[in-house]
């Protein structure tokens, strides 16, 4: 048993060694477990964000509207429980006092009442309205005898006054005469205004209800008129003990539509129809509520998962996963050309400072120090202000972006690089071909530079997760991406309310999981090739 196990274990030993360098790095990346697994992540994100956009059947700014029932408070109708007063002189202004002494007397069945020191007194002039009179003593008497003798007045007045009491008449032309005991006075009667329970709204935009309207108008109501259309001057009135007005006092409601208020109300009826429109009608506390029921389209924002919306909507009505997936092609892509840009700075200097030395790698290094030394955060926040400030267009931002987190990363990939080839140049190979005069341009780049291929590789792989983590952090600061376009990580910026992340958690924690997935994909990868490129690990 145990001669077959060392048999085994020879015959492994004897097949890797016949292995190519290629070939071994393959085997041992593929034992990786994390790296197969990260290897699936990152193809499942590639197929997700540059396939999936192409079958899905949305665009990326589309917007979506849904159907709503918009119900709202369009009218209001009131019963005339309370005398409306209309003063004749627009420009009085008639006491609380008064009007309240007036609703009492109108309450007791009484024709007259004080108020404010004040007599008044009313005259029917039609169902439910009168006209309202304001008294003016001008003179008063006191009983002498058969007779009275009177003050403030002439002689001549005081025996007209006298003879009319007299006779019992107890009125001379516009004189009212009032006899109380021994004492009598002389008032002259004024017409103020006219209180009445109907209310009167004109069926014409832009005409006003004056004065004299208002009494013809309720001089045409009879008893048994509950409402009545009544022509003054050529403009038709809808005269109502029920007062219907609308959310917009300047809105004119037609009589039809009035008679239909006034029927539903009198029936008892919770809805009706007008001209294929329903209408809703509701009581409280003697005020009937009419309401419209719309069918309107609105943007359908932060609609919920569904069939035709798996992850539901965002804030601007955008199909969610539709985002996500062209969001993916812009985190990814800036990811990708980022690193390009990376190594292709961080390899050509660092090459140079690597093979040459001395005063070049001197220059070089000083400027790397210099990059590492700059913040890169205020920086990005000083470019965000100037993009915005010149109104720059979202598709310049993204090469913007690109150029700039490119141009700031190279620091690290050109020290890595020069401190390789500084172990390489020393190799034996490398004095051969200086001494056979291959040019120092083709020693660096076609026999140093692809020894150092397997680390830009794994730096490669891993830079790419803290790249996409850094593009994502910029959108979400607002930095990065901008409207329409979308990326992860504005995708996370448009839910920086804190209602909308609490209540709304379908928009952005996909964005989120997809960033921490492709994040980790990336590193399981570049830990894979790490070891799958280690001289020391196990065969």
């Known amino acids: 048993m145990e001669n077959s196990e060392k048999n085994l274990t020879l015959n492994d030993d004897a097949r890797v060694k016949s292995l190519s360098p290629t070939q071994l790095i393959l085997r041992r990346f593929t034992r990786n477990r994390l790296a197969i697994v990260g290897s699936v992540i990152i193809i499942a994100m590639f197929l997700f964000s540059f396939v999936g956009g192409l079958i899905t059947p949305y665009g990326e700014g589309q917007l979506f509207t849904a159907e709503r029932v918009d119900v709202k408070a369009w009218a209001y109708a009131t019963e005339n429980k309370a005398v409306i007063l209309t003063a004749k002189d627009p420009s009085e202004k008639l006491s609380v006092t008064m009007k309240g002494g007036l609703q009492a007397a109108l309450n007791k069945g009484e024709t007259a009442f004080t108020a404010s020191d004040e007599a008044y007194f009313l005259e029917e002039i039609a169902p439910n309205s009168y006209l309202v009179y304001r008294q003016t003593v001008f003179a008063t008497g006191k009983a002498v005898g058969n007779s009275y003798s009177w003050t403030g007045i002439s002689l001549e007045e005081q025996q007209q006054f006298n ?119 509701s009581e409280l506390n003697g005020t009937y509520t009419i309401k419209t029921e719309k069918t309107v389209y609105v943007v359908d924002i932060y609609a919920k998962p569904s069939l035709a919306h798996p992850l539901g909507t965002d804030g601007n009505g955008m199909d969610v996963m539709t985002r996500l997936m062209y969001g993916g092609r812009i985190s990814l892509m800036v990811g990708f050309f980022v690193i390009l840009i990376d190594i292709f700075i961080g390899v050509v200097l660092g090459g140079i400072a690597g093979y040459f030395g001395k005063l070049v790698d001197a220059v070089i290094m000083r400027l790397v120090d210099i990059f590492m030394c700059i913040p890169t955060l205020p920086l990005y926040l000083i470019i965000g202000a100037i993009m915005e400030g010149n109104k720059l267009d979202a598709q310049a931002r993204i090469f913007m972006l690109i150029g700039i987190m490119g141009f700031m990363g190279w620091p690290g990939t050109a020290r890595m690089v020069r401190g390789q080839i500084l172990s390489l140049r020393e190799q034996e190979f490398m004095v051969a071909e200086e001494a056979m005069g291959i040019r120092a341009t083709r020693r660096i780049f076609k026999h140093l530079i692809p020894n150092v291929i397997p680390q830009l590789i794994v730096i490669a792989t891993m830079g790419l997760g803290d790249v996409i983590l850094a593009e994502s952090t910029l959108s979400f600061l607002g930095l990065g991406v901008k409207y329409p376009l979308a990326s992860w990580g504005n995708i996370l910026n448009s839910v920086n309310d804190m209602h909308v992340m609490t209540s709304y958690l379908y928009v952005w924690i996909p964005a989120g999981l997809l960033i921490l997935l492709t994040v980790l994909g990336f590193n399981f990868v570049g830990d894979g090739l790490r070891d799958a490129f280690d001289p020391r690990a196990k065969k």
């Open 163 to 281: 003879a009319a009491i007299a006779s019992g008449k107890l009125t001379v032309g516009d004189t009212i005469i009032t006899v109380s005991g021994k004492r009598v006075t002389a008032s002259t009667k004024e017409e103020i205004a006219i209180a009445s329970y109907y209310s009167v709204a004109p069926l014409a935009e832009g005409y006003e209800i004056s004065y004299d309207v208002q009494r013809q108008a309720v001089d045409q109501m009879t008893e048994a008129d509950r409402y009545k259309v009544v022509t003054i001057g050529g403009t038709e009135l809808f005269v109502s003990t029920l007062n219907i007005r609308t959310e917009n006092s300047n809105e004119v409601i037609p009589v039809e539509m009035r008679e239909a208020i006034i029927d539903a109300i009198e029936n008892n009826a919770a809805e009706f129809e007008f001209e294929d429109a329903l209408y809703r009608v």
